[in-house]
């Protein structure tokens, strides 16, 4: 299996001075228009500002619509997912943060002083019942192709790219779930779109591996229905950075021991392709900095070629010195996420920091797969 890419297209969806957009995902509906949305609207990777935004395009997209606001809480909104379920309803997944308020203090030597004193305002309006109303994993719904919304409904995981509909209509969501004394990637169902959530089956708990964290699941169903999670690691140590998987044959309950993919980056994005190939787009935070697209022929076993989507050039910016950075590493880049079109190439959208430093741009690739 040699295969090449073929871009045939590179777009802008949210490029705005002095703001950074970030983690992007998409939907494409049953009459192909493409959804995206997005943490927007911000200044930095952690700050109080993010807001959950959503743009559309109808023409395969050339063009897209400016932002439209869908969740802005108390907190920062971050990591969007969203899926359009079988009766045409839309689905947005989110999760909130604190770290502007718990972080604060750390946060001074990435943004400076003045940047943070101006976090202040924000946290100190926080009360009990946000905490206890916004603070946490949430879901939404359109039932108007986003006219309006849904109020927030918990959930009881997040992954950055949201649930997954399995062949029969169920939702599916790998995800992380933190409890009191552990956080483990938990596979829950529902069957009411969302409006309730059982436990299927653990697959790990995150700290299960020496001196890695594992986090940011993503899940496919395979042809013969067996359940394909992918999940990134944090390691101190570089090289372990690679993503590793573990196979599900039972719905979600049971899961096979984790193993690794040999494939660097994170975190992973999984896309059961028209053709048969798997692909898992990822981000590569190490030169030559960018987005990848790893192959599988035989529905993730091997993952033997792994292909540049786009690269970006940091020569001009300051990268960080701590090359141990896990979260906060400049350059920031990554957390792509693919379909297929209805002629069977590809579009895939992802947030990028920009050269100059300042803010991060959402920018979308139209391809196709050669060879």
């Given amino acids: 299996m040699i295969r090449q890419i073929e871009r045939l297209r590179m777009d802008k969806l949210y490029d705005q001075p002095g703001k950074f957009g970030a983690w992007p995902s998409l939907a494409r509906t049953a009459d192909s228009e493409l959804l995206v949305v997005f943490s927007g609207d911000r200044k930095n990777h952690i700050d109080p500002y993010g807001k959950t935004l959503l743009v559309r395009s109808s023409d395969a997209g050339r063009s897209w619509s400016e932002p439209q606001l869908i969740v802005n809480t108390p907190f920062d909104d971050r990591d969007p997912g969203i899926l359009v379920l079988p009766d045409g309803r839309w689905l947005v997944s989110l999760f909130t943060s604190e770290l502007f308020v718990s972080w604060a ?132 140590d570089i090289e372990k950075r690679q993503l590793i998987q573990s196979v599900s044959a039972d719905g979600g309950r049971s899961w096979s021991p984790v193993e690794s993919t040999g494939v660097w980056g994170l975190p992973p994005h999984l896309l059961l392709h028209s053709s048969g190939l798997l692909l898992c787009s990822y981000g590569h935070r190490r030169e030559p900095f960018g987005q990848r697209v790893a192959l599988s022929a035989d529905v993730g076993a091997s993952w033997p070629q792994v292909l540049s989507l786009a690269e970006v050039d940091y020569q001009d910016c300051k990268l960080a010195e701590d090359v141990g950075e896990i979260y906060y590493q400049i350059p920031d880049l990554g957390y792509p996420a693919t379909v297929e079109l209805a002629d069977g190439s590809l579009y895939s959208v992802w947030y990028q920091s920009r050269p100059s430093g300042e803010g991060a741009m959402i920018l979308g690739c139209h391809w196709q797969l050669t060879g």
């Fill in 105 to 236: 203090e750390e946060a001074v030597s990435y943004y400076g002083a003045e940047e943070v004193a101006a976090w202040k305002p924000y946290s100190d309006r926080l009360t009990p019942e946000d905490y206890r109303q916004y603070l946490g994993n949430f879901s939404l719904i359109s039932a108007d192709r986003g006219a309006s919304w849904s109020p927030l409904r918990r959930l009881p995981v997040h992954g950055p790219h949201g649930p997954i509909l399995d062949r029969d209509g169920v939702l599916l969501y790998l995800g992380s779930e933190i409890k009191e004394s552990r956080v483990d990637v938990a596979c829950y169902a529902s069957s009411d779109a969302g409006a309730s959530w059982q436990l299927r089956g653990v697959l790990s708990n995150a700290h299960a591996l020496p001196g890695i964290y594992l986090c940011e699941p993503h899940l496919v169903q395979l042809p013969d229905g067996r359940l394909l999670g992918q999940l990134r690691v944090n390691a101190a």
